[in-house]
């Protein structure tokens, strides 16, 4: 009897490692290769979180999001396209980038900014400079 309760202890913690294991070092999303859940103009993008932050958020926050618009606002590690959303990028990305080009870029939402009052997204990817 003492042997059984051995090994059912055992297996319980073995199982319960290999569960949190697999949580914690779970396969990161490659945002790149993933399609847009939503395709939007930026302008149109910023007006919903100014319309109502709280659903905007709640529609957009961890989805893969297209937007299209024109660089106004190129800093290190990120940019801004039509004075409204800001992205997070790779240095490589950045530097590539050009004030007044029109471009269409796709990364995941991470919520919205309310003491800038701009939509924020990371991860990312150019699809499109013109």
């Known amino acids: 009897m003492k042997h059984k309760f051995i090994f059912i202890t055992i297996s319980f913690f073995l199982i319960a490692f290999f569960i949190a294991y697999y949580a914690v070092y779970k396969n990161h999303r490659n945002i790149a290769n993933e399609q847009a859940s939503f395709i939007l103009a930026a302008d149109s993008f910023y007006e919903e979180f100014i319309e109502n932050p709280t659903v905007s958020t709640k529609k957009y926050l961890d989805k893969t999001i297209q937007l299209s618009g024109v660089i106004t606002e190129i800093d290190m590690g990120n940019f801004m396209i039509d004075d409204k959303v800001i992205f997070y990028a790779d240095d490589s990305i950045v530097h590539t980038l050009e004030m007044g080009k029109f471009i269409t ?7 919205y900014d309310e003491l800038l009052e701009n939509p924020k997204i990371d991860q990312t990817t150019l699809i499109t400079v013109q």
């Open 105 to 111: 870029v796709k990364g995941r939402s991470i919520g």
